[in-house]
């Protein structure tokens, strides 16, 4: 089965540090971008951040520049959100989104919606002050 599972959000104080997966099953990341997202309550989902598994190329928010890192393992079959310096409004619901192509990597910030081919079902990451 084709899917993506979620893991290492938790409960952390600001200022700390959460280490997110998003491993993949079924498939490999080669051809594929990758992206997290994140929603937080009342609040439209946004892109936080996209991977190319072709050439490893990354993208980011700019409000999140500097503090959050994305990256791929050897097998390309896991991506990681390295969040630092957390902020209370960085509690969210943590999903990442898979395409088998280059589109969402341009458009995980926008017009996402008919480029998404596959969601995993979220991790919460809540910040307290």
């Known amino acids: 089965e084709v899917q993506l599972v979620e893991s290492g959000g938790g409960l952390v104080q600001a200022g700390g540090s959460l280490r997110l997966s998003c491993a993949a099953s079924g498939f490999t990341f080669d051809d594929y971008a990758i992206a997290w997202f994140r929603q937080a309550p009342g609040k439209e989902r946004e892109g936080v951040s996209c991977i190319s598994g072709k050439d490893g190329t990354t993208y980011y928010a700019d409000s999140l520049k500097g503090r959050f890192t994305i990256s791929t393992d050897n097998t390309k079959t896991t991506v990681y959100l390295q969040m630092n310096s957390l902020k209370p409004e960085d509690t969210a619901v943590y999903y990442c989104?898979?395409?088998?192509?280059?589109?969402?990597?341009?458009?995980?910030?926008?017009?996402?919606?008919?480029?998404?081919?596959?969601w995993g079902r979220g991790t919460q990451v809540t910040v307290s002050s």
């Open positions: 989104a898979a395409e088998s192509g280059v589109s969402l990597c341009q458009k995980y910030r926008g017009s996402w919606f008919d480029v998404v081919e596959l």
